[in-house]
């Protein structure tokens, strides 16, 4: 899975991050994809969005207040996968650092 950097100082901010837990909290792949995954940090949690080949990113030190702090990361480039991605893609992407048996997908 290929993406393009949208916003390069929000991609350097979030990019080598040490995960802890990584967990799916929704999937919807018909018509438009849509995926979201919850991840903890030594003192933060993320969202990471994907809806039509989009990549965005949320962090907050409360879960309830993750939502309302999203930002625009990334987007897809190859179109004909669109869909098809998987949390190891978005990982790889962004350089995170984490256990395996610390994520599911």
Not at 19 to 38: A, Q
């Amino acid at each position: 899975m290929k993406f393009s950097v949208m916003d390069d100082k929000v991609w350097k901010k979030y990019m080598g991050v040490r995960l802890y837990t990584c967990f799916p909290v929704r999937d919807v792949g018909d018509g438009f994809p849509h995926k979201e995954w919850v991840c903890e940090t030594k003192n933060k949690y993320l969202l990471v969005k994907y809806f039509g080949g989009m990549l965005t990113l949320g962090c907050a030190e409360q879960f309830d207040d993750l939502r309302n702090n999203m930002s625009l990361v990334a987007r897809e480039t190859e179109e004909s996968v669109r869909g098809k991605l998987a949390f190891e893609d978005i990982k790889n992407f962004m350089q995170w650092q984490i256990r395996d048996d610390e994520w599911v997908d």
